[in-house]
């Protein structure tokens, strides 16, 4: 199993240019998280789904779209990237409401 | 505001040392996570605890679900416990602290 995937690892935006970032587990899991990680602030919920076919925003979704493609997959789109979304997304899975979260390695976003 | 917060920000141990870090959290929750952020910037969950106390190796964590208080803490510290600890808890939604920067010193 290769657990939480996520690409890419990093990447350099210019302010205006859209990106989505990837998200993929292999666990069967009900539940998908996008999370932002910046200096000093903790991780930080964008959005979340709870199940296919769903998707809820979370503390900070302005600026940032989700698809929940499949069980899989979890998409998390910058339409037009600002220098405030300069941070580390982490992706994360659980399979229940009691669950442990697994976590994806993380993608390093700048936008310049 | 903080829904969740940590002590101390960063510790430093000598290699053998007892470790404590501790979160106070001030939402109404179902269960708290404690994970560990390795220098690579991976994130591992620890310990899930909804009550009581659960204990895994050297690792110990506790939690008081009427003082909204949990405690993580490492038996016999090593170097390579050196990693940042985040405490999280699942509310509504998860909220998580800013972490613990945990370095022992052989």
């Known amino acids: 199993n290769a657990g939480v995937t996520q690409t890419p690892k990093f990447q350099v935006l210019k302010t205006g240019q859209s990106m989505t970032l990837q998200c993929a587990q292999d666990?069967?899991?009900?539940?998908m998280y996008w999370y932002r990680q910046d200096p000093g602030m903790g991780l930080r919920l964008i959005y979340y789904s709870a199940s296919e076919g769903t998707t809820d925003k979370g503390e900070v979704p302005n600026g940032y779209n989700v698809s929940r493609l499949n069980k899989r997959e979890f998409s998390l789109r910058l339409e037009s990237a600002a220098p405030s979304q300069t941070s580390v997304y982490f992706c994360a899975s659980m399979a229940g409401v009691s669950d442990t979260q697994y976590f994806g390695p993380g993608t390093r976003l700048t936008v310049l | 505001k903080n829904e969740v917060e940590q002590s101390p920000q960063n510790l430093t141990a000598q290699e053998g040392e007892f470790i404590t870090i501790n979160c106070s959290y001030s939402v109404g929750i179902s269960a708290l996570h404690w994970l560990q952020q390795h220098p690579g910037g991976g994130i591992v969950s620890l310990f899930m605890l909804s009550s009581g106390k659960k204990k895994h190796g050297r690792l110990i964590a506790t939690i008081n679900i009427q003082e909204k208080h949990s405690s993580l803490h490492i038996t016999a510290s090593h170097p390579r416990d050196s990693a940042v600890y985040i405490c999280?808890?699942?509310?509504?939604?998860?909220?998580f602290g800013t972490g613990t920067s945990l370095t022992v010193i052989p």
């Open positions: 666990m069967n899991h009900n539940s």
């Open positions: 999280a808890v699942r509310s509504s939604q998860f909220y």
